[in-house]
């Protein structure tokens, strides 16, 4: 009896010291997504995952905090020494993690990187004409125009080694009709808080703590190891976070929340993203390739506006997303330059009214034409377009629905192959001008499949693309959208939630662009 | 001989050229990868330059054209996707692929095989009843059920298995294996059970029924009335006459197999072939899609080659008939 009272001792003794192991060795966190990165080059592909793995290791000039606020990083402070040249104080004493230091010949290296044909930041930064050095640590960053919002573009505009990446012929991004693969794809040196330590494209990517990071005073995160694997099936992803093989995870399937949140040492945050759900609706065409009528009956605002008061947003929110939306007014989110809550207050659901609209416009027994929607590329794309189908039956418009991948969608609004489609927008500059040089110009080619075309909206966007005057910059921002709004040149259906899941070992704070920022991490005592 | 083996040759090359236009003509309906490629700020003349440096600008013939003649000298361009060399990628990924169909196999064949001869002995016993029920699942449950099934029984609730990934692998040459690592042998349990239900079935099913039907013949009456034992009757007589055919079933199948493991991976995150595949399909990557096709067939085409020129060789029959065939023809 004593013995076993001694052995059980000795083994309860040594299952406390097994557990108490990780907490006094090192502090790992194991996480995934759907999908990996597609490259390491930073500049080679414009991808919001790509994009996150980025930022752990490279830094940009100015970066975008959890909150979405725009803090100095490798850029101590910047301001506009004449309308068309930004000055920007670069940081000292910051190492690369090969031990050499960072001047601004890296800054003036990596614009050109960006500038190159194949990079994948381009246009981004298209208004950069060339980078002068002042000393280095500082830069005149020239344009070939007025730039007001130049700052925020940075925040994916990672910068390298110019040295590192002459000593391994990666001075240009990845050309993807050559025959081989460059040395960055799989190779990384930043100045950034991680370091690249292991990289198996679509397997496994590990990551150590950089020790001599400059930011360590100010952001003292606990991470020393992070390990990202990639699980596209969602079932198997949310298995390995119960199961205990995964301590996050980016991207849960709605369905699954509930049983995540009531499985105790679990829970889910969630805010609303950078990105907008609608539907745009061809008001430029004189015919339509899928409708029963012969003219195109979207010309007639009553018609886009009876669709709008057709859809009860509340009900998909309620129904489709269990919860996970948020109704929108105006194709933009909160988090934009430009939104307002008074913008994003929508026109009322009213069938009967959409009814009567519908019957002024000259189609008291409605019409038919065909959705065409996403099946892979938004949160319940497809179940969100199935909804929108049964809602537009009740007020006599009959809606085909065409749900297909997003390779064969995206082409089509392109193409101008669609009379009526889902699309979504996130913005990375965080900047109403971003959304109207993609959605609101640009009828002849492009994302505005909408042909929505009035010179003088085209103008004041011009105008705000150069206007270094805030106050008045501002007042054409808010023109633009109101005429956005009361035109129903979209139809918005709700802004997207995230919600991302963990363990309680970790706390990782939620950042509305869903790109994870490990320096705020925190690991429970 | 040589004349019906390099007519086989022929047909066989014949075959590929063949997969691989109609799998370059679907290409054109998976959309359009340069989407997947550049960002959204990409403007249209950025996009116009890049199928233009991809050529994918050009018409059909001569994409295709291109294809073949670069598929010839092994040269497969790189991957959309990863923007690496397709045909670096298709080797690392082809040990994961090989080892869990080759494990898979060899479950089948090591359950199928003796559950088949069992309940083709024993038909009438309960156990045997049991045992094909439950084989009735194996065929009718969708490999994906299976598979996510077992990851909630054994990694959520139980916590013996991982739920995803091969575990630990190791080097050895261009090969890496997974069965020198115990995180590795345990990995592959799962994976090789799921995707090994349905040939084991398969197996089970067809030794059984080959059973009964040489059980029922005249030299196993013969034999047990000369009073041999059981045992020499039941595995020396008759199950030797059953394994032809299952020998050519399980042959063929194990092209199947790699064929089927596409699920089987996707859901375990397994990273082979077949999952490298449906990255690939989703993303429009072509380089990739084309180059598995074309190994995949020429898999197939391989076994089949061997399958005829063993027949040839086994079944004189078969050169008779052809004599004769082609006598009477003249």
Redesign the interface.
């Known amino acids: 009896m004593k013995v076993r009272r001694v052995f059980g001792g000795i083994l309860v003794a040594s299952a406390l010291a097994f557990a108490a192991t990780p907490a006094t060795a090192k502090n790992t966190i194991r996480w995934a997504s759907q999908?990996d990165a597609?490259?390491g080059?930073p500049h080679?592909?414009?991808?919001a995952p790509t994009n996150s793995a980025s930022r752990k290791i490279y830094d940009t000039l100015v970066y975008a905090d959890k909150d979405l606020k725009f803090i100095p990083w490798l850029a101590t402070s910047w301001k506009l020494v004449n309308p068309t040249t930004w000055e920007f104080e670069l940081r000292k004493g910051v190492k690369w993690h090969d031990g050499s230091d960072f001047t601004a010949e890296d800054v003036k290296f990596s614009f050109e990187r960006v500038l190159s044909?194949t990079s994948?930041?381009?246009?981004?930064v298209n208004s950069v004409k060339e980078v002068k050095i002042i000393n280095p640590h500082k830069v005149h960053i020239i344009h070939t125009g007025p730039n007001p919002i130049f700052p925020n573009q940075l925040t994916s505009i990672f910068i390298m080694s110019k040295a590192w990446s002459e000593k391994h012929g990666v001075t240009k991004p990845?050309?993807?009709?050559?025959?081989?693969?460059?040395y960055a794809?799989?190779h990384a040196m930043g100045t950034g808080p991680f370091k690249l330590k292991l990289r198996?494209?679509?397997?496994?990517t590990v990551l150590v703590k950089n020790e001599d990071w400059w930011g360590l005073k100010q952001f003292p995160h606990e991470v020393d190891e992070i390990i990202y694997?990639?699980?596209?099936?969602p079932?198997?992803?949310i298995?390995?976070l119960?199961?205990?093989?995964l301590d996050f995870v980016l991207d849960p399937p709605l369905q699954d929340l509930n049983r995540i949140k009531s499985t105790p040492g679990f829970k889910i945050k969630q805010t609303a993203q950078t990105r907008t759900i609608f539907l745009g609706m061809n008001q430029g065409k004189d015919k339509l390739l899928t409708a029963s009528v012969d003219k195109n009956p979207f010309k007639d605002v009553r018609v886009r506006k009876a669709f709008y008061q057709a859809i009860d947003v509340d009900a998909i929110k309620k129904k489709v997303m269990r919860g996970y939306s948020v109704p929108a007014g105006i194709i933009t989110s909160k988090f934009i330059h430009g939104h307002t809550p008074t913008l994003d207050k929508r026109h009322p659901y009213d069938p009967a009214a959409a009814k009567k609209l519908l019957a002024e416009a000259g189609h008291p027994n409605g019409f038919e034409i065909q959705l065409d929607c996403p099946n892979?590329r938004y949160i319940n794309d497809e179940a969100i377009c199935q909804a929108v189908v049964g809602m537009l039956a009740k007020i006599g418009v009959k809606v085909t629905l065409s749900a297909i991948?997003?390779?064969?969608?995206?082409?089509k609004i392109?193409n101008r192959e669609t009379d009526f489609y889902m699309l979504g927008?996130g913005v990375p500059t965080l900047d109403s001008h971003y959304v109207f040089s993609?959605l609101t110009k640009g009828a002849d080619?492009?994302?505005n499949g909408t042909g929505f075309n009035d010179p003088e909206i085209n103008k004041a966007i011009d105008q705000i693309e150069i206007e270094t005057d805030f106050g008045k910059r501002d007042a054409l921002i808010s023109k633009v959208w109101t005429k956005m709004k009361d035109n129903v040149n979209y139809l918005p259906l709700h802004h997207q939630v995230i919600v991302w899941a963990m363990n309680d070992r970790v706390d990782v704070p939620i950042v509305a662009d869903d790109g994870v920022r490990f320096i705020y991490t925190k690991f429970k005592k | 001989m040589t004349a019906y083996i390099l007519q086989r040759i022929f047909q066989a090359l014949a075959v590929m050229v063949v997969v691989a236009f109609v799998s370059f003509l679907m290409f054109n309906?998976?959309?359009?990868?340069v989407?997947?490629?550049?960002?959204?700020?990409?403007?249209?003349e950025?996009r116009e330059?890049?199928r233009d440096?991809?050529?994918l600008n050009d018409p059909f013939v001569v994409q295709f054209a291109r294809f073949v003649g670069n598929a010839v000298r092994g040269?497969f361009?790189?991957s959309?996707?990863?923007?690496?060399?397709v045909a670096?990628l298709i080797s690392e990924r082809m040990p994961a692929t090989l080892e869990l169909v080759g494990a898979s196999a060899l479950l089948s064949i090591l359950i199928g095989i003796p559950l088949g001869v069992y309940t083709g002995i024993r038909r009438y016993a309960i156990s045997s009843r049991v045992i094909l029920t439950l084989s009735l699942a194996g065929v009718s449950l969708p490999t994906?059920v299976i598979g996510?099934l077992l990851?909630?029984v054994f990694?959520?609730n139980l916590?013996w298995l991982?739920?995803?990934?091969?575990g630990q692998a190791t080097q050895i040459g261009w090969w890496s294996t997974s069965f020198l690592t115990v995180s590795g042998w345990k990995a592959i349990i799962m994976p090789s059970i799921t995707l090994a239900l349905f040939q084991m079935t398969l197996i089970l099913r067809l030794v059984r029924s080959e059973m009964l039907e040489v059980m029922r013949t005249d030299y196993i009456k013969f034999a047990r009335a000369r009073g041999l034992p059981d045992r020499l009757i039941n595995f020396g007589h008759a199950f030797k006459n059953t394994l032809v055919p299952v020998i050519t079933i399980i042959g063929l199948n194990v092209g199947s197999l790699i064929a089927f493991s596409i699920i089987t991976e996707?859901?375990?995150?397994w990273?082979g072939m077949g999952?490298?595949f449906?990255?690939a399909v989703?993303?429009?990557d072509v380089p990739v899609m084309a180059a598995y096709l074309v190994m995949v067939a020429a898999i197939f085409v391989a076994i089949n080659l061997i399958v005829d020129i063993l027949y040839f060789v086994v079944d004189p029959r078969l050169r008779v008939d052809r004599t004769v065939a082609s006598g009477s023809g003249e």
């Open positions: 999908g597609l490259t080059d080679a592909a414009n991808e044909p994948d930041y381009k246009k981004q990845q050309d993807r009709a050559a025959k081989e693969e460059t794809v799989r198996e494209p679509d397997v496994k694997t990639p699980i596209s099936n079932a198997t992803r298995a390995a119960l199961s205990g093989e892979n991948p997003k390779t064969i969608h995206f082409p392109k927008w993609f080619k492009g994302w | 309906f998976v959309g359009d990868p989407d997947n490629m550049v960002g959204q700020e990409a403007s249209y950025d330059e890049m440096r991809l050529g040269e361009g790189i959309y996707r990863l923007q690496r060399p670096t994906f996510i990851i909630y990694s959520v916590g991982p739920s995803f990934g091969r996707t859901v375990f995150q990273p999952f490298l449906i990255q989703g993303f429009a």
